[in-house]
């Protein structure tokens, strides 16, 4: 994909909620302060425990100079579009211009519904967002009284106005490919989430935008591509702060990806992704440019011209590196810092460890795939502990988030999200459990031929992969008994003790198996 050229923005994702109601505007002013391009919050209407977003971002607005604001996304089906226009238009004047526009087609389609919403089914969500689109800008337009046909969202001799301080962004969060083609064909931005668009599937969105763009008379370029990151195991971007900045101008070079938006609750994140990953991004990214501009002719190579593509930044040193012999570039994931659970399934510090690796061995990037390979399938594990964990706190929070992961659960009772939780955690267990016997079955004895002393490890290894199916077990078994007994408080307080515990022992144990197993995968292969 190009990089589109588009500057840079960075930006913050706060949750306004009803029990610490001060604390998004105080964590907006931080960011403001801090020099964050944007803030953003969720705006959910159906959830008592959360702010009106609208509400939140004038509160944030009128306490902040600089940082522009934008809901993330606005739900469309409880907020009418001509609604969404004067809205949006008013908070601009009265800002002074900082309001964007973020919008969703909706989802959670039983608690919009119980709201008074409609209930739309995926055709009937993307040809109402594309009116709603035309009824927006249309109310933007000024002039005369404007009429604008429609199923759902029309327009009969309307006045329109106010008319905004600065041409307001309307950035769709889409996913499926019929709301792409909408983005590309009508919006002004890509808004996608990480759990819903990993960075390996934004390349094909980003051709579905472009297509549609091309096919609609426009430059993909007019289409800024913002990211909704989670960063953490199984997320985006990975690792610790410092490693942010090459991630970030990865995808912005390779993906044309210009906004970053990162949820935070705490300022000192704020404050570092502000003065140090924002910066050395936008470093990296100005460097690469000017490199990729010297070495064309004329306008025509100037960076950001929309379809020529950009060499990779600085971010595949390492992988060429490998590919010519280098040492192991293949890096184990570090182990959790904070615990989640005061229990603990095991005592790190008995841990055996295996031969010291040699030092001068040099790795061709064929003989690392093996490793690079194991740490994929766990970073799968890692992404399904991520969504299962989500899933369990949306369950306890009473919202309908299952309904967000599976299409089909979504016109089920809160009872019923409780017994599909249990049968998405049962798929979860089986995976898991797959993927630990064929190492034990396979991986485990091979390398356990090939080099004796990993012996101690392995079976180390192997009592850890027992205790966690046990884990698991013990998680289902409290999954059922949330639903049987009522979800009184008690059985709350042992369903977030067990996976709090199991997301402690899952990452502990995935961090360890790939820190002793990496090195001799690549020295030996696998032989499986």
Same mark, same amino acid.
């Given at each position: 994909?190009p990089?589109?050229?588009?500057?840079?923005?960075?930006?913050?994702?706060?949750?306004?909620?009803?029990?610490? !109601?001060?604390?998004?505007?105080?964590?907006?002013?931080?960011?403001?302060?801090?020099?964050?391009?944007?803030?953003?919050?969720?705006?959910?209407?159906?959830?008592?425990? @959360?702010?009106?977003?609208?509400?939140?971002?004038?509160?944030?607005?009128?306490?902040?100079?600089?940082?522009?604001?934008?809901?993330?996304?606005?739900?469309?089906p409880?907020?009418?579009?001509?609604?969404l226009?004067r809205?949006?238009?008013?908070?601009?004047?009265?800002?002074?211009?900082?309001?964007? @526009?973020?919008?969703?087609?909706?989802?959670?389609?039983?608690?919009?519904?119980?709201?008074?919403?409609?209930?739309?089914?995926?055709?009937?969500?993307?040809?109402?967002?594309?009116?709603?689109?035309?009824?927006?800008?249309?109310?933007?337009?000024?002039?005369?009284?404007?009429?604008?046909?429609?199923?759902?969202?029309a327009?009969?001799? #309307?006045?329109?106005?106010?008319?905004p301080?600065h041409?307001?962004?309307?950035?769709?969060? /889409?996913?499926?490919?019929?709301?792409?083609?909408?983005?590309?064909?009508?919006?002004?931005?890509?808004?996608?989430?990480?759990?819903?668009?990993?960075?390996?599937?934004?390349?094909?969105?980003h051709?579905?935008?472009d297509e549609a763009?091309?096919?609609?008379?426009?430059?993909?370029?007019?289409?800024?591509?913002?990211?909704?990151?989670?960063?953490?195991?199984?997320?985006?971007?990975?690792?610790?702060l410092?490693?942010?900045?090459?991630?970030?101008?990865? +995808?912005?070079?390779? %993906?044309?990806?210009?906004?970053? @938006?990162?949820?935070?609750?705490?300022?000192?994140?704020? %404050?570092?992704f502000?003065?140090?990953? /924002?910066?050395?991004?936008? &470093?990296?990214?100005? !460097?690469?440019?000017?490199?990729?501009?010297?070495?064309?002719?004329?306008?025509?190579?100037?960076?950001?011209?929309?379809?020529?593509?950009?060499?990779?930044?600085?971010?595949?040193?390492?992988?060429?590196? /490998?590919?010519?012999?280098?040492?192991?570039?293949?890096?184990?994931?570090?182990?959790?810092k904070?615990?989640?659970?005061?229990?603990? +399934?095991?005592?790190?510090?008995?841990?055996?460890v295996?031969p010291?690796?040699?030092?001068?061995?040099?790795?061709?990037?064929?003989?690392?795939?093996?490793?690079?390979?194991?740490?994929?399938?766990?970073?799968?594990?890692r992404?399904?502990?991520?969504?299962?964990?989500e899933?369990?706190?949306?369950? +306890?929070?009473?919202?309908?988030?299952?309904?967000? #992961?599976?299409?089909?659960? %979504?016109?089920?009772?809160?009872?019923?999200?409780?017994?599909? +939780?249990?049968?998405?955690? #049962?798929?979860?267990?089986r995976?898991?459990?797959l993927?630990?016997?064929?190492?034990?079955?396979?991986?485990?004895?091979?390398?356990?031929?090939?080099?004796?002393?990993?012996?101690?490890?392995?079976d180390?290894?192997?009592?850890?992969?027992?205790?966690?199916?046990?884990?698991?077990?013990?998680?289902?078994?409290?999954?059922?008994?949330?639903?049987?007994?009522?979800?009184?408080?008690?059985?709350? &307080?042992? @369903?977030?003790?067990?996976?709090?515990?199991?997301?402690?022992a899952?990452l502990?144990?995935? #961090?360890?198996?790939?820190?002793?197993?990496?090195?001799?995968?690549?020295?030996?292969?696998?032989?499986?």
């Amino acid at each position: 994909m190009p990089d589109y050229g588009h500057d840079l923005l960075f930006g913050a994702v706060l949750v306004p909620s009803t029990e610490q !109601a001060d604390d998004a505007v105080a964590l907006a002013r931080i960011a403001d302060l801090a020099g964050l391009d944007l803030v953003s919050v969720p705006d959910h209407p159906y959830r008592p425990e @959360l702010l009106d977003a609208w509400m939140a971002l004038a509160m944030i607005a009128a306490s902040t100079t600089r940082v522009r604001v934008f809901p993330n996304v606005a739900n469309l089906p409880l907020r009418p579009p001509a609604v969404l226009a004067r809205t949006a238009a008013g908070l601009d004047l009265l800002s002074g211009g900082r309001v964007e @526009l973020g919008l969703g087609a909706g989802a959670y389609w039983d608690a919009i519904a119980a709201d008074g919403g409609p209930r739309r089914d995926p055709g009937e969500a993307v040809r109402a967002t594309r009116e709603a689109i035309d009824v927006i800008r249309a109310l933007w337009s000024g002039g005369r009284r404007v009429s604008v046909p429609g199923e759902h969202y029309a327009l009969d001799g #309307a006045a329109p106005g106010p008319a905004p301080a600065h041409p307001i962004g309307i950035w769709v969060g /889409a996913v499926g490919p019929r709301m792409l083609g909408l983005t590309g064909a009508t919006a002004d931005g890509w808004l996608p989430s990480v759990p819903h668009v990993p960075p390996g599937r934004l390349a094909a969105g980003h051709r579905i935008v472009d297509e549609a763009a091309v096919a609609a008379g426009r430059d993909p370029a007019e289409v800024r591509r913002l990211y909704n990151l989670s960063p953490g195991p199984g997320g985006f971007p990975r690792g610790p702060l410092d490693s942010w900045p090459e991630q970030l101008a990865a +995808l912005a070079l390779e %993906q044309g990806t210009s906004g970053f @938006l990162l949820p935070a609750h705490q300022p000192a994140l704020i %404050q570092s992704f502000a003065a140090e990953v /924002a910066p050395a991004t936008r &470093e990296l990214v100005a !460097a690469e440019r000017g490199r990729a501009a010297g070495g064309r002719d004329g306008a025509a190579g100037r960076a950001g011209v929309a379809g020529a593509p950009v060499p990779a930044a600085s971010a595949p040193d390492r992988a060429r590196a /490998a590919a010519s012999g280098d040492p192991l570039t293949v890096r184990p994931t570090p182990p959790p810092k904070a615990w989640r659970s005061a229990e603990r +399934l095991w005592d790190e510090s008995t841990r055996p460890v295996g031969p010291p690796a040699d030092r001068e061995r040099r790795y061709p990037r064929r003989e690392q795939e093996p490793a690079r390979n194991l740490v994929a399938a766990h970073d799968q594990l890692r992404s399904d502990l991520d969504r299962l964990c989500e899933l369990v706190r949306e369950v +306890l929070a009473d919202t309908l988030a299952p309904g967000d #992961a599976r299409s089909e659960i %979504q016109r089920l009772s809160l009872r019923q999200n409780s017994w599909t +939780l249990g049968a998405y955690c #049962a798929s979860y267990c089986r995976i898991t459990t797959l993927h630990h016997t064929r190492e034990d079955e396979d991986l485990f004895p091979y390398l356990r031929r090939s080099d004796p002393r990993l012996g101690e490890v392995l079976d180390r290894l192997t009592e850890e992969h027992h205790a966690i199916h046990g884990l698991i077990e013990r998680l289902d078994r409290e999954l059922v008994a949330f639903v049987s007994e009522g979800g009184g408080e008690k059985e709350r &307080e042992a @369903l977030r003790a067990v996976v709090d515990l199991l997301s402690d022992a899952l990452l502990s144990h995935l #961090a360890y198996e790939e820190k002793e197993l990496i090195e001799p995968m690549a020295r030996f292969g696998t032989g499986w």
